[in-house]
């Protein structure tokens, strides 16, 4: 769900409210009751939760085989299929 920020369009007042994208918008300011406007903004980057992302979390299984079923790496790739 996105995070929306609206402005009074009489005290100045800015709020943010978290809502769905199907919900009807915020007309009336929680300090004063006037109208407020939705205010069009950057948005934010992407946010990571958890312990992080590395890149060796998706690497090279020890233990396992290339493509063409040898236990080392080929030299050139893709693998050729020739003789062992």
Request: net charge positive; proline share 6%.
């Amino acid at each position: 769900m996105p995070t929306y920020e609206y402005e009074c369009q009489s005290c100045g007042y800015r709020f943010e409210r978290f809502q769905k994208m199907s919900d009807l918008p915020v007309q009336v300011c929680p300090k004063c009751g006037a109208t407020v406007r939705k205010l069009i903004s950057a948005g934010t980057g992407i946010i990571f939760k958890g312990q992080g992302f590395y890149a060796t979390d998706y690497g090279r299984q020890s233990g396992g085989k290339t493509c063409c079923g040898r236990t080392a790496r080929c030299a050139k790739p893709p693998c050729s299929g020739d003789d062992e």
